[in-house]
């Protein structure tokens, strides 16, 4: 029988979500899943003024209380304790100290923002042209770039995520002039043993499909992509495991078997 995870959660420690831990994870466990991991947002950035956009992320707090729900829950569900780890890159050195004091199960990397900017779901892409998102989407792909050769994460979040907001603001996005550039992250990822995020979110955003596109996903399983990730990125708990029936069927159709699973770091294969 096929495993189902939703490796990409957020609760009420994520500025952005209200949801309860418990409210969580029973949501997880009615809707039949075996693994559900909480990873909420830790976004790092060099600008102390774009670090007061975002409520601070109580590490301690929320380190012992996911510890404690994966104790409480283990005989109905398996608890991941996660962290999504924003921009890294930007604070090496938090990022090392973070980690060493605390055994996270899994750790997401995700790029929400350029370099010394906000995040995209601020800006208005409707007040730039065409030409201008297009540089917008070369110099994301570079920092993402950047960010793999890091590689202190272990699975890379919704790739192509400034899509959602760029095709907000009118504009059609066209990724062929990008596709060098998304190959050799996808050849960097695989080298490094880091898995590649399926983040169905792209489903509720009007995009008709995953972040990033089976079209994408192609391309990194013909590269020799195996490791993958299913997220739901789900803010509220109605959007947990959303859509995951089609994407877990699309990914079939490409071509993959397993989903990955986290314990303490270390990667688990399971088949779908």
């Known amino acids: 029988m096929a495993y189902r995870s939703d490796l990409h959660c957020h609760s009420r420690f994520s500025f952005d979500s209200e949801s309860e831990l418990d409210d969580v ?14 990873t ?7 600008s102390e003024l774009l670090s007061q956009l975002e409520s601070p992320f109580e590490h301690e707090t929320v380190y ?58 601020l800006l208005d892409f409707s007040k730039i ?7 917008f989407i070369a110099q994301y792909f570079f920092e993402i770039e950047k ?16 899509i959602r907001y760029i095709k907000a603001g009118g504009h059609n996005v066209d990724l062929k002039g990008h596709l060098p550039q998304i190959e050799r992250i996808f050849t960097k990822l695989i080298k490094k043993g880091i898995a590649l995020e ?15 596109s089976y079209d994408l996903l192609e391309i990194y399983h013909k590269l020799g992509g195996e490791l993958i990730t299913v997220g739901g990125d789900a803010h509220d708990i109605d959007d947990i495991a959303r859509f995951f029936d089609i994407v877990y069927d ?16 270390k990667m688990q294969l399971k088949e779908i």
């Not at 042209?129 to 540089?135: A, I, S």
């Not at 960010?147 to 400034?162: I, R, S």
Request: one cysteine or more; a negative charge.
């Open 40 to 46: 909420d947002h830790c976004d790092l950035y060099q």
């Open 147 to 162: 960010m793999v050769d890091w590689g202190q994460f272990d699975t890379l979040a919704h790739l192509t995520y400034p």
């Open 64 to 121: 012992r209380l996911l510890c404690e729900k994966r104790e409480e829950y283990k005989e109905r569900i398996k608890v991941t304790v996660g962290i999504e780890i924003g921009q890294g890159t930007e604070r090496p050195e938090t990022v090392k100290k973070l980690l060493s004091e605390h055994k996270y199960d899994m750790v997401i990397g995700s790029l929400h923002s350029l370099y010394r900017m906000p995040d995209f779901y």
């Open 129 to 135: 042209t065409g030409k201008q998102c297009d540089l």
């Open 198 to 212: 399926i983040n169905s979110s792209g489903y509720r955003q009007n995009l008709d499909s995953p972040l990033p």
């Open 25 to 38: 994870i029973l949501t997880a466990i009615d809707k039949g899943l075996d693994e559900i991991a909480i």
């Open 250 to 265: 699309n990914l079939r159709r490409i071509g993959f078997k397993y989903v990955c699973s986290f314990t303490e770091r």
